[in-house]
């Protein structure tokens, strides 16, 4: 049952997330030469997260919104091709820069993510203001350890410390606008919800898998692979102990 919703409060909740989320993103004022250190670590961490985020959360949240599962899978698939031929442009497009396809596809990936998550927030406060208000304290838990272990992945792309915060800043504005457009949408079929739900987390798992992890493999190539599994089963045994306690 849907009900009024004071617009005022959805924004205030949607900001509080969106600020939480910069406030990780400082990790990137850390000194380079210790964060370079650091950054297999990050990026596997990174890798793992993003794989709970979305095999753990995202799809499942999918079929809680009465998507059936031939449909999920299409979406899924629809949200890694899209994310191959987006690849595939940049690639061919991009300004000759030291920056890599992967920080482009991060923060697409990334934008379009805040975007989801506001649009689960604007949901939840029109179903209830106390189920947003739940809803949203869960995705900022979720968000603060995806946020942080971003950070090291723009880095890794080429991106110096400020650049990726500035970026960072512009794709985190997705929540907010998400926020609002799903309180407007609200009235639409649930099922759609979920379909948008199951294309960011094909999209996620093709940014993890084709984009993350290979770049870790090459910078350790030389070394060692324990940034790659250690950081990768701690990001991934993060994600599933969120579920257990929040949901």
Same mark, same amino acid.
Request: aromatic letters at 6%.
């Given at each position: /049952?849907?009900?009024?919703?004071?617009?005022?409060?959805?924004?205030?909740? @949607?900001?509080?997330?969106?600020?939480?989320?910069?406030?990780?993103? @400082?990790?990137?004022?850390?000194?380079?030469?210790?964060?370079?250190?650091?950054?297999?670590?990050?990026? @596997?961490?990174?890798?793992?997260?993003?794989? +709970?985020?979305?095999?753990? %959360?995202?799809?499942?949240?999918? $079929?809680?919104? !009465?998507? =059936?599962?031939?449909?999920? +899978?299409?979406? /899924?698939l629809l949200g890694l091709l899209l994310s191959l031929g987006l690849e595939h442009l940049l690639d061919r497009h991009r300004p000759q820069t030291s920056i890599s396809s992967l920080g482009y596809m991060d923060l697409f990936n990334d934008?379009? %993510? %805040?975007?989801?998550?506001?649009?689960?927030? $604007? =949901? =939840?406060?029109a179903v209830n203001e106390h189920v947003g208000l739940m809803v949203a304290a869960a995705i900022l838990l979720h968000e603060l350890p995806r946020e942080i272990a971003n950070a090291g992945v723009l880095i890794g792309a080429g991106y110096?410390?400020?650049?990726?915060?500035?970026? =960072?800043? /512009?794709?985190?504005?997705?929540?907010?606008?998400?926020?609002?457009?799903?309180?407007?949408? @609200?009235?639409?079929?649930?099922?759609?919800?979920?379909?948008?739900?199951?294309?960011?987390? $094909?999209?996620?798992?093709?940014?993890?898998?084709?984009?993350?992890?290979?770049?870790?493999?090459?910078?350790?190539?030389? !070394?060692?692979?324990?940034?790659?599994? $250690? +950081?990768?089963?701690?990001?991934?045994?993060?994600?599933?102990?969120?579920?257990?306690?929040?949901?």
């Amino acid at each position: /049952m849907v009900q009024a919703v004071d617009f005022k409060d959805v924004l205030l909740t @949607s900001l509080a997330v969106t600020a939480a989320a910069l406030c990780t993103r @400082s990790l990137v004022g850390v000194r380079p030469v210790r964060l370079q250190r650091c950054l297999p670590w990050l990026q @596997s961490l990174a890798a793992g997260l993003l794989l +709970g985020d979305a095999l753990l %959360h995202m799809l499942p949240e999918a $079929g809680h919104h !009465h998507l =059936s599962p031939e449909y999920l +899978g299409e979406a /899924m698939l629809l949200g890694l091709l899209l994310s191959l031929g987006l690849e595939h442009l940049l690639d061919r497009h991009r300004p000759q820069t030291s920056i890599s396809s992967l920080g482009y596809m991060d923060l697409f990936n990334d934008a379009f %993510h %805040h975007t989801v998550d506001g649009l689960v927030i $604007g =949901s =939840s406060f029109a179903v209830n203001e106390h189920v947003g208000l739940m809803v949203a304290a869960a995705i900022l838990l979720h968000e603060l350890p995806r946020e942080i272990a971003n950070a090291g992945v723009l880095i890794g792309a080429g991106y110096t410390p400020r650049q990726a915060f500035v970026r =960072s800043l /512009m794709t985190t504005i997705g929540v907010p606008i998400g926020a609002l457009a799903g309180v407007a949408l @609200s009235h639409l079929p649930d099922y759609l919800l979920g379909a948008v739900l199951a294309f960011a987390a $094909g999209a996620t798992v093709y940014l993890v898998c084709i984009d993350i992890i290979p770049a870790v493999q090459r910078s350790t190539a030389r !070394h060692t692979s324990r940034p790659l599994w $250690g +950081g990768t089963c701690i990001g991934a045994a993060a994600m599933w102990l969120l579920k257990a306690t929040v949901g």
